[in-house]
């Protein structure tokens, strides 16, 4: 991933977001309906975030990515699922305010 003084602030909320929700993924409490409703309101964040159709479209790509990152991480065990879940129920609570 790019350092993040080279990306936007809505590249990096999709990162953030999206290296979350690739964890959470892994977690068996976590249901697939939960993160897909989740994704849709990330993406609206990072929409509300970007710049220009530029940088939606840069952020988009950095969430799909970010989602693998996540994935991978709580594959490999460098990622605890409890705390990828916490983090999950944390985000959640952030975009119902």
Do not use: Y
Not at 15 to 40: I, K, N, P, Y
Not at 64 to 89: K, M, Y
């Amino acid at each position: 991933m790019a350092s993040p003084k080279q990306l936007s602030r809505a590249e990096r909320i999709a990162e953030m977001f999206g290296v979350v929700v690739g964890a959470a993924s892994h977690c068996d409490s976590v249901t697939e309906e939960r993160l897909t409703s989740l994704a849709v309101k990330m993406k609206q964040v990072v929409l509300t975030a970007s710049s220009d159709q530029a940088d939606a479209e840069a952020a988009d790509a950095r969430f799909s990515v970010a989602i693998e990152v996540g994935r991978a991480a709580a594959e490999n065990g460098n990622i605890d699922p409890d705390a990828a879940e916490t983090a999950l129920d944390e985000v959640e609570e952030e975009l119902s305010t």
